[in-house]
């Protein structure tokens, strides 16, 4: 039996549901959208000026996603003009340390993954 065989061998909903919240995490804006409100809370204006790239459309449909899931909470404060800020959860806040493991091992290993890539494509 393999380390994570466990975990590898879910199946049924259980199965299901970690898949589908994997899916959501690594989205290719959720986990910068995480990381970013690492240090808000942030209105929507200030997360769209602080990812590069992202389009408001998909920001605001990552957004609500990440709610939904309980990953990020939506404030709407009673000011003229109106005020919504967008914070993580302690849920999110778990994921963190997680994330940035991520995103370091991914940092390191850029070289040779695109070497790989390089070399692969070449092949073909």
Known sequence: MFRYQRL????GD?????RSLLDRIADKWALLIIATL?????????????I???SRRMLTL???????DGLVTRTTFAEVPPRVEYELTDLAQSLIAHA???????????PVIEASRTAYDERF
């Open 38 to 50: 690492h240090d808000g809370p942030f209105r929507f204006t200030e997360l769209e000026q602080r």
């Open 62 to 68: 990552t957004l609500r996603n990440l709610e939904r």
């Open 52 to 54: 590069p790239g992202i």
């Open 14 to 18: 259980q199965g299901k549901a970690i």
């Open 8 to 11: 590898c061998s879910v199946r």
């Open 100 to 110: 940035v493991a991520l995103a370091e091992w991914a940092g390191e290993h850029v």
